[in-house]
């Protein structure tokens, strides 16, 4: 392979790296996304169940009591507030156990094997020995 060919596979295995690298940060932004708009949802929720029970204590309040109409409707409400903010709950805890999952996978995969994963290039994959600066293969700068 003459340097020519080197330098052309050098800049295809940095493009491909980064791409790798743009489409993990851009799943990584994602979740951050989807993580935050459902814990906005749990806070209203949680701040309309709040205001509920608040609306409730001062009708108690202002009648010196409730009727029995008033308290199942009271009842209700509150049984689908408590609903709704255990779903946006569980799609929070669902999110986060799939980004853990998908932390621990090579973790995984060595106790399966019982082996270590070989180091890899992230530019190439081409296995490489802890301590290497750089990519026997590609060139591309190692951890």
Known sequence: MNFREKISKTVDNLKSGAAETASKAFVSADRAIKKGKIQEQIRRATQDLQEHFTGFGMTMYAHRGASQEEIETFLTGADEYTQKL?????????????????????????????????????????????????????AHPLN
Do not use: D, M, R
């Open 86 to 138: 255990e779903a946006f709950k569980q799609e929070l805890q669902s999110i986060e156990a799939e980004h853990k999952q998908e932390e621990t996978a090579p973790e995984a995969e060595v106790q399966e094997t019982g082996k270590e994963l070989p180091l890899t290039c992230p530019a190439c994959g081409h296995p490489y020995v802890q301590g290497q600066k750089f990519c026997s293969e590609c």
